[in-house]
């Protein structure tokens, strides 16, 4: 993937909606092969879009994280300050 912050984010965003929503309707159709092949590709497409932001744009969640040395969570701006990379 080759894609700015903004761009990797919105990935994430879309395919975490689409995550959830195939996870609903998983639920009450446990057995669709299409849905359970639709939810495998969506998840490793979020999974690869979520490595992508963490290694271009730096961590998301807490277990993202690398604290080496010291707390390196707050080196870059804060979101409200236009962080984002």
């Known amino acids: 993937m080759n894609y700015d912050c903004s761009q990797l984010l919105q990935m ?3 395919s975490s909606f689409a995550l959830d929503d195939v996870t609903l309707y998983l639920d009450t159709h446990p ?39 010291y707390w390196n969570w707050v080196d870059d701006k804060w979101p409200w300050e236009g962080g984002s990379r």
Request: charged share 25%.
């Open 12 to 14: 994430i965003n879309e």
């Open 31 to 69: 057995c669709d092969k299409e849905a359970l092949n639709y939810y495998q590709d969506v998840k490793k497409m979020r999974a690869e879009a979520m490595n992508a932001y963490q290694a271009q744009c730096g961590p998301m969640m807490k277990d993202q994280v690398n604290p080496g040395n």
